[in-house]
């Protein structure tokens, strides 16, 4: 870990692997609180869906990150990384050890890495903009575009990064600097985290097993009648928060267009589909330690991480 930076225990891996069993077991042992790291718990409504925590163990377990926003609005990639970021801090200041657990890489990536600018304020009028030049004339012309005004952002992005490349031009139109500048400007400002990785991984087959076993739970505990919820609400399958796996199902058999069956075996695939996207972004994530966990009681994983995060803060404190 880099000298001054506060190192943060992150419990990774796809989704049905464990790992809000393991970030419970971790809270109760180390003191802790939990901040989620999903895309889709950020949103109010949506429950059943998103597998969100009950209630009842987010009254005894505090979490953070979870019901932020309406269906309808906008959560970033960086409105994540300030939230978690303050809640680090908050979590710390009161003695207690803050556990990210959840399954969205880009979240982790904008927390711990340089990708995201703190403190930079969106534009949706300008974006929109931009995004319609993009579809226009395509992709080139404005990433030769930020080569001109940004070479050191536009070497560390890919030319069809459609977010990122319209961000940067967005950023350099409004405040008149470019994603470098403000960055170098920035860099004290920086919360100094570092991650520590534990992952979970029950291998593909019991992984796959795990997912429709979760989903059928789902479809049979009121899931179908969530979706229906959100749509008379107004929450319309064009949102994007509908459009994740299983609601936007949901949604196309509530309207007629597939079978309730059809849904439920779409939201399977895709989820399994999800779930190898995943441990294709974890299996890059570093320093990370990677735990077995098929047939293996949680509470043996969580013993281990604790005598390993105890281990390590004592070396921290020369103990």
Same mark, same amino acid.
């Given at each position: 870990m ?8 992150? *419990?990774?891996g !796809?989704?049905a ?5 393991? #970030?419970?077991?971790?809270? $109760? ?8 790291v999903?895309?889709?718990?950020? @949103?109010?409504?949506?429950d059943i ?5 009950s ?27 300030a ?10 200041a009161?003695g207690?050890? !803050? ?15 340089d990708?995201?600018?703190?403190g *930079? ?5 300008? $974006?929109r903009?931009?995004?319609?030049e ?11 575009k930020?080569?001109?005004?940004? !070479? ?11 977010? +990122?490349?319209? $961000?940067?031009? #967005? ?5 008149g600097k ?5 960055? +170098? %400007? ?14 979970? @991984? ?10 429709g076993?979760?989903?059928? %739970?789902q479809f049979?505990?009121? @899931?179908p009648?969530?979706?229906? #919820?959100?749509?008379?609400?107004? @929450? ?20 007629g267009?597939? #079978? ?6 779409g ?7 999800f779930s190898?996207r995943q441990?294709t ?5 570093? !320093?990370?330690?990677?735990y ?8 043996d994983?969580a013993?281990?991480? *604790? ?11 020369g103990?």
């Amino acid at each position: 870990m880099n000298e001054g930076y506060r190192e943060i225990l992150s *419990v990774i891996g !796809p989704t049905a692997s464990g790992k809000t069993l393991l #970030s419970l077991e971790l809270a $109760r042992r180390l003191g802790g609180e939990i901040i989620s790291v999903d895309s889709r718990q950020v @949103y109010r409504f949506m429950d059943i869906g998103t597998d969100k925590i009950s209630r009842e163990i987010r009254e005894e377990i505090p979490h953070h990150l979870i019901d932020v926003v309406d269906p309808d609005e906008t959560f970033s990639a960086a409105d994540f990384a300030a939230g978690a970021a303050r809640a680090v801090e908050e979590i710390a200041a009161r003695g207690r050890v !803050p556990i990210l657990a959840g399954g969205t890489p880009f979240y982790y990536r904008a927390l711990f890495s340089d990708i995201i600018d703190f403190g *930079v304020q969106r534009w949706d009028d300008t $974006r929109r903009e931009y995004e319609k030049e993009w579809d226009q004339r395509g992709s080139d012309l404005l990433y030769r575009k930020l080569e001109s005004l940004d !070479p050191v952002y536009a070497a560390k992005v890919h030319r069809n990064d459609r977010f +990122r490349v319209i $961000r940067a031009l #967005s950023i350099i139109d409004r405040t008149g600097k470019n994603p470098t500048t403000i960055r +170098r %400007e920035g860099q004290g400002r920086r919360p100094c985290f570092a991650p520590l990785y534990v992952g979970l @991984y029950p291998g593909r087959a019991e992984l796959y097993r795990k997912i429709g076993e979760r989903v059928r %739970e789902q479809f049979s505990s009121g @899931y179908p009648e969530e979706v229906r #919820s959100l749509l008379d609400r107004g @929450y319309g399958p064009d949102l994007p928060s509908m459009r994740g796996f299983g609601y936007r199902e949901l949604a196309a058999f509530h309207e007629g267009k597939i #079978s309730l069956e059809e849904a439920l075996e779409g939201d399977i695939r895709a989820t399994k589909a999800f779930s190898r996207r995943q441990m294709t972004w974890f299996r890059r994530f570093s !320093p990370s330690l990677w735990y077995y966990v098929k047939g293996v009681p949680i509470q043996d994983i969580a013993r281990k991480v *604790v005598d390993l995060w105890e281990a390590r803060k004592r070396g921290q404190q020369g103990i």
